[in-house]
Every structure is written in C-alpha cells, then in structure tokens.
C-alpha cells in the first residue's frame, strides 16, 4: 500500500511538471531578466555578435529598470497591511468569540512574523506571476506536544508543484501539492539514519544547481476523503444536529433516551495527508490538522486562453521595452565613444616650438597653451583654433526616452507613480495620476487578500484541532494590547474568567473569514493627530475640546500625563464626555464616587427617620389625603433608590460587582433596621399636615359646625411601580431585602 501511494504521487508530480512547463520557463526567463543582483537582458545571440563580432566588441549595457516598477507595487503593499478578521456564521456563535478568534488571528501573524511571508508571496507574483504562502504546525512544548500555528514564507516559488487542475485564484480547490526542499546529505543522514539517500527527481534533475553534497526531498500533501453514515436528529428543545451512528449512541447514553432520528445520509469527511519523500520511498507519514492544503497560491496577472491557463507578472510585460532601452542607450554611449575628439587647426609655425604641449592637449588638463605669434620674417600668425565638438546622437536619446514610455505604459504607470515630476501641476491632479498608477496593478494586491483570507479558513480549522484540550494562549488587540485567552473545548461559547481571562468554545458554532485591507493602527492614529491638529490650528477655539484626545496620540513621553492635564482644563461638558474614561481607570476617583453613594444612602435614612417622627406628632389626619402622602412617598424612594442604581451600573465597567454588593447591601440593611412607619390615625394627621391643615381642625374643617363630616370614597390605589433590577448588579432592591 505505501509503495502504491508513493508511485501515484510519483506519477502526480509528473503530470503536474508537465502541465506546468512552459509557464514555468517562461518564468524562470523572468527571474533571471529582473534579477537585481545580476540581471540577464541581453539573450544569447545579441550577446554573442555584439561581443565577439569580427570589428571587436560593441556595448552591451543594462540599465535595469524594471526593479524599481516592482517594488513600488511591494512596497504600496507594505504600507496597506492586510489583516484577518472573524465574524460569526451561524445561530451558535458570538460576536465576542469572533473578536477573539481575531486577536488570535493577529497573535498567530505577530508570532509568525507573517507580514514576511505575505511580502515575499506578492513579490514573487509582481515578478514571476505566482508566490505562496504557507501554514505549519510548529511544536512549542514537546513534553506535552503543544503546537502553534505558524505562518511562514516560501522563498522560492518555482519549488512549489500544484494541482495542474486548480481554477481557484486562491487554490482552494487543489487536491494535492508538492514542496521540494533542497538539504544537505549529511542533515539528511542525522534526521533518516535508515533511509537511501536517493535524491527527489523533481525539475531540475539530480544535477543543476544541486551539488554533490547536497539532495533533495519532496513534502507531498493530498486531499483525502471517505465516506461516513450520519444521522439528523432532533433535542427536546429542538435544537437539529448532525451525528455519526457511534456520537448517536454516545449522546442516548447521556440522555438516558433515544433522540427521535429525523433523517438520514452519507456525508463525505475531508482530510489531509501529509508525507515526505525522497527518490525511492516514503519517509514519513501523518495527517495534516486541517481539511484545507497549507499551501495558498497568490498569483499575478492570470488569462485563459483555449482553456489554458496563463500566468505572468509585470516583468513580462516589461520586458522587451526594458531591452529597447538597454539597445538605444547602448547605441548612444557607442555613437559617442567612436566620435573622434575636436582638434586644434592652426599655422604649423605657431605650434612647431611648443609641439609636445599641444600634442598632449586633449589628454591633460593644462592651463596654458602657448603658440608663436610671429613668423620668421616677423609677419603675425593667426592663433590655433578648436573645431567644432562632435554633434550628439539626438536619435538614440530620444529612442531611449521612448522606451521608457513604454516601459511604464506597459504596467499602467506614470511619472507620478513614482514621485518624479509630471504634467499635472495641482495637487489633486498629482494624487488623480498617482492613484490611476496605483488602480492599474491592485489586482496584485487584491490577489493577495484573497489567498490571505484562505489562510484564515485554514488557521480557524486547524484551532480547535490543535487545541483539543484546555489551553492558554494570547490575544492582540488592534493597539498591540495583549490579553490571555482560554481555548476550552469542553466549556461555554464565551466566558469570563476571575481572573480576567477570557475563555471560549469553538465548538459550539462556526465562523466566517475575510480582509480588511489599510494603513496601519499606528499610521491611523498618526493620521488622525495630524488630522485634530490641522482643526486646532484653523479654529483655535477648538483646542480645549480636541485638546486631551490629540495629546493621547501622540509618541511623546507621558503623553498621558498632558492628556489628563489638559482635560482638568478643558470646559466642563468635555469633562463629562471624557472624564469617565480617564476616571474608570483612577482609584482615587473610584473611592470618592463610593463615598458619595454612602453619604446618599445615610441622608435618605434620615429623611425616612424624620418622616417616623413626624407621624407619631401628627394627631389627625384626612385618610385620602394620607395614602396620597405614601404613595408620593414611595415613588419618591423608589425614583431615589433607582438613581443610585443606575449610578453604579455606570461604574460597573470600572467597579467589580464583588466590590460594590456588600456595600449596597449594608446600606439596604441600614434602611430596613429603621423604625417602621406607625399607620393608623397618626398617618392621617402626619397627611394633614403635609396638606397644611391645622391641628385643630378635624377632618373636613371647611363644613359648617353642625354638619356631619362626610364620608370620603376612597379610590384603590395604584402599587409602585417595582424597580427593575439590573441583570448583573449583584444587590437586591428594598422589597426584595425585605
């Protein structure tokens, strides 16, 4: 079985080579003409006659100038990082948990050093017209054999061999792939101490660049899939899942029932092999923690012509005006070399004492030239006169000027694009024709958010392989702010933790994965100083306002301190907008808004023991009167009571609910430990006298002597209305003390 999986792969890298050849010269060709280190522009045969000929040899220059078209795309690239981010794609997930996922998406690039990866990948793309990226498993604790994901660069493109099938701008649909890897026989023997050191047949032979110390192995990936009896069942709460027979009968156990089985199917289960091999047989073999190839392509400029797929990069494109311009300069330096130096024209006479010094005139700088301005008969010699200079070859500038043209014509780029001076002359037509030069070749960078966004799929299908066990890991916010996070498999979707970790399950739903694409947090908040300042300086009046968030981002040292000092100066609404900030994060201000609710909390005791002693003064009282005094009353403690409430569920965000309950509960039992209100006639006249009534006069006192008083019809009263409790208060209303 393991000889038959090795000759299939054997047979695969053969109908893959084939298929990929002449886009993998054509290739090649391109890396060696846009080689910065020694650039091949001059093809064999113009090489040779132009060296070699039978008049002796002729210029051939290079003047590379296809490098610098390159690594403006690059380098656009390197200033719009992209960026990973999670959201969630069904009813089970939390948008809490897909921030998470996205810290950890960023932790895993941070540690990877994947920026590294994702310039080299464009790079080769913009020259060649593919790179790769790609993603490993790396081994960071092997007492427990903890891995972490890694994303890691591909340096050389053309050592990647992929599924001749593939149609997807980001690869994944590949069923295999292949990466060969060039290592020493020596490394080879330490690490396969058993194995025949028999080199990887790849693309270039045994031989080629390959010494003879050194051979090579190939990584083979393949998709594989088998097929699996599921089964739909349906919980009591009506909740739909998907199970295999053995999970069925795992979870009737759980239940101590039978779920009722609502439908079932054969579904297809997807995995990944992973095997390095090298010229005879296989040297290793285990399952890759993913269902998708770790390897992405990005490509460059893609066409399809008769079903057949083209791939090139912007040094194809350049090409034969990159060797226009090396002919015409070539032919200008030529022209002008062979151009004989002006001479001197003079009388004989006037020269003939002072031969050598004019002799040597066009090969030294002298200062002086003497000549003799008298014959021998005494008659006056005219003076020795230069020539005219040799025109300059005005066609073969012009020619290069020409190729030049073309060559930026051909990748959609202007003198703009590359900071030099062109026809616009206003700043808004400057940035028009920079960003027509930038519009031109975003298919780059648009290939590149593509495979980087499988890249996610990748990672996020390979987290909770990986982590199959309750794990601690790190989390990066979008500032750098670092935070622990727990990877439990067995716990709830989204937790907090005592400790302030958080904890997640990914397991209880799925998540979706895209790009985004700009500047940098860095380069945002630069902007946004630079932004706040230019507001300052066109309206002064403004600085008290913008004033403290222009001083926090700034990189001065203790910015913050500026910051808070100019909010103690700022107006009193800016204080309030932006205070809570800065007052979330001060104890001192904590303490002071505690000591504040306290002091609250003891004057509304003494309005209730003031309102007691007040009853029992009271002698008579009319009985409407007297429920209209409690109810009034007891809206009044309960609006009090829910001021207080909502004052610190805005502090809750700074305030624990273990710091603020005994508090709020030791006030709540002050309140309760009061004299209970005497009812009765007492609370009549303590309602008389709120209505201003006096003592003496019994109930309807506005009514004749000798009339009766009336009875008053006494409408039921409407209960206070209760005080909503907030969900994570941690303290109970006065009722519920009670």
């Not at 014959?375 to 073969?396: C, E, I, K, N, V």
Request: negative net charge.
């Amino acid at each position: 079985m393991t000889q038959d999986t090795f000759q299939r792969a054997k047979e695969r890298f053969e109908d893959a080579t084939e298929a990929f050849r002449e886009t993998r010269v054509r290739m090649e060709e391109d890396a060696e003409f846009s080689n910065p280190a020694d650039p091949k522009q001059w093809d064999d045969l113009a090489m040779r006659l132009r060296t070699s000929g039978p008049d002796g040899a002729r210029p051939c220059l290079t003047l590379d100038r296809t490098n610098q078209q390159l690594v403006q795309v690059v380098n656009d690239a390197r200033q719009n990082k992209p960026g990973l981010t999670a959201m969630p794609a069904t009813s089970g997930a939390r948008q809490e948990v897909a921030k998470a996922i996205e810290g950890l998406f960023r932790h895993i690039e941070y540690q990877s050093r994947a920026q590294i990866a994702y310039d080299t990948a464009l790079e080769s793309a913009a020259r060649l017209g593919i790179g790769w990226i790609r993603i490993h498993p790396e081994v960071v604790n092997p007492e427990l054999n903890h891995q972490e994901i890694r994303i890691k660069r591909v340096h050389d493109a053309l050592s990647i061999v992929g599924d001749p099938d593939w149609t997807e701008p980001d690869g994944s649909d590949m069923q295999y792939v292949f990466a060969e890897t060039q290592m020493s026989k020596r490394a080879f023997a330490e690490k396969y101490p058993k194995a025949d050191q028999a080199t990887w047949q790849g693309n270039k032979g045994p031989q080629g660049w390959f010494s003879d110390k050194s051979m090579r192995i190939a990584e083979y990936f393949e998709v594989v899939e088998a097929s699996e009896n599921r089964l739909g069942i349906v919980l009591p709460d009506g909740q739909r899942l998907s199970v295999t027979e053995d999970e069925y009968w795992a979870k009737s156990k759980e239940f101590g029932y039978q779920p009722m089985v609502q439908s079932q199917f054969t579904a297809k289960k997807r995995g990944v092999k992973w095997r390095t091999m090298n010229g005879c047989e296989i040297l290793e073999e285990t399952d890759f923690p993913s269902r998708w190839l770790p390897l992405i392509p990005v490509i460059g400029h893609e066409s399809w012509v008769k079903g057949k797929r083209y791939l090139c990069g912007m040094v194809r494109r350049m090409m034969e005006s990159q060797r226009a311009y090396n002919y015409e300069r070539s032919a200008w330096v030529e022209a002008v070399a062979l151009q004989p130096k002006a001479p001197f024209i003079g009388p004989w006479e006037a020269i003939a004492n002072h031969y050598d010094k004019w002799q040597n005139a066009n090969k030294t700088n002298a200062s002086i030239l003497p000549y003799d301005h008298l014959d021998d008969s005494g008659q006056p010699l005219p003076a020795p006169q230069r020539m005219a200079p040799p025109t300059m070859p005005a066609a073969f500038a012009q020619g290069a000027q020409f190729a030049v043209d073309d060559l930026r014509a051909s990748v959609g780029m202007n003198k703009a694009s590359l900071g030099e001076q062109g026809t616009a002359v206003s700043g808004r037509a400057k940035l028009a024709d920079k960003h027509e030069g930038d519009i031109a070749n975003f298919h780059y960078h648009d290939n590149l958010s593509r495979s980087i966004e499988q890249c996610g799929r990748v990672i996020l299908d390979m987290i909770p392989r990986l982590y199959d066990q309750p794990r601690e890991t790190r989390i990066l916010g979008v500032d750098g702010s670092s935070k622990p996070v727990v990877i439990d498999p067995t716990g709830d979707t989204y937790s907090e933790r005592e400790d302030g970790s958080l904890s997640i399950n990914l397991g209880t739903g799925s998540y979706d994965v895209c790009v985004k694409t700009g500047p940098s947090y860095t380069t945002l908040r630069q902007e946004a100083s630079e932004g706040l300042n230019q507001i300052m300086q066109g309206n002064p009046a403004f600085a008290a306002v913008v004033g403290p968030i222009w001083a926090r981002m700034q990189d001065w040292p203790e910015s913050d301190k500026l910051s808070k000092a100019l909010l103690a100066m700022a107006p009193p609404p800016v204080q309030a907008a932006l205070g809570d900030e800065q007052k979330g994060d001060d104890p001192e201000a904590l303490k002071q808004q505690l000591q504040q609710i306290e002091q609250q909390a003891q004057q509304m005791q003494q309005m209730l023991e003031q309102a007691a002693a007040r009853i029992q003064e009271l002698e008579s009282g009319d009985k409407e009167l007297t429920l209209k005094y409690l109810a009034e009353s007891a809206k009044i403690e309960n609006d009090t009571y829910k001021a207080e409430t909502d004052r610190l569920k805005a502090l809750q965000p700074a305030v624990t609910v273990d710091q603020v309950a005994p508090l709020v509960q030791q006030v709540i039992a002050q309140m309760m430990a009061a004299e209970p209100l005497q009812g009765g006639e007492e609370l009549e006249r303590t309602a008389q006298s709120m209505a201003g009534l006096p003592d003496s006069d019994p109930i309807g006192g506005g009514m004749g002597d000798g009339d009766p008083p009336k009875q008053m019809e006494l409408e039921p009263m409407e209960a206070p209305q209760q005080i909503e409790q907030p969900a994570d208060a941690g303290f109970f209303t006065p009722e519920q003390g009670g």
